[in-house]
């Protein structure tokens, strides 16, 4: 019997469930894992000078790495990855806050964390908005309208 995959030619099957007809899972999922795993090393590259100031040249490398890597990604597979390298790279950069906040609050690191924790994860939200009021489209630049608005 053969199924037609969107994407993909025609796939045999047969009762055993051969590799052929797992083939097609199996890339997904290593697909995934490599745009999980790439998507990391961006977050630590944009993050490195935070750790070692010397490293600022690793985080133009991780500019022009999301550059390239990030836009290819589509959908909410694509949003979720964007949503981790920024959350990633902020609770990276920002590691010495729950401390801070600890010593501020004069309580336990887990306070800190507490705090600190909802900070991380609303500006990496708002870093990764692109419905937000200041984002517009490429035609909607080219026409020199946002919004039946014109453009100043």
């Known amino acids: 019997m053969s199924v037609l ?3 993909t030619g025609p796939i045999e099957l047969s009762a055993g469930g051969d590799a052929a007809a797992e083939a097609p899972a199996t890339t997904a999922g290593r697909s995934r894992w490599r745009d999980l795993l790439a998507t990391l ?15 600022v040249p690793l985080e133009w490398l991780a500019v022009a790495a999301g550059l390239f890597w990030l836009p290819r990604l589509g959908g909410w597979w694509g949003e979720t990855l964007v949503l981790v390298a920024a959350t990633t790279a ?24 507490a705090f600190t924790v909802p900070f991380v994860i609303w500006d990496a939200v708002r870093l990764t908005n692109q419905n937000g009021s200041e984002s517009r489209t490429a035609s909607q630049m080219t026409k020199g309208t946002v919004n039946a608005r014109p453009m100043p």
């Not at 906040?101 to 690191?109: C, T």
Request: net charge negative; aromatic share 10%; charged share 10%.
């Open 90 to 113: 902020l609770a990276t950069a920002f590691h010495w806050s729950p401390d801070v906040l600890a010593g501020a609050l004069d309580s336990s690191y887990g306070i800190g964390l």
């Open 41 to 55: 090393a961006i977050a630590m590259l944009m993050a490195a000078p935070w750790l070692e100031q010397r490293l």
């Open 5 to 7: 995959v969107r994407g």
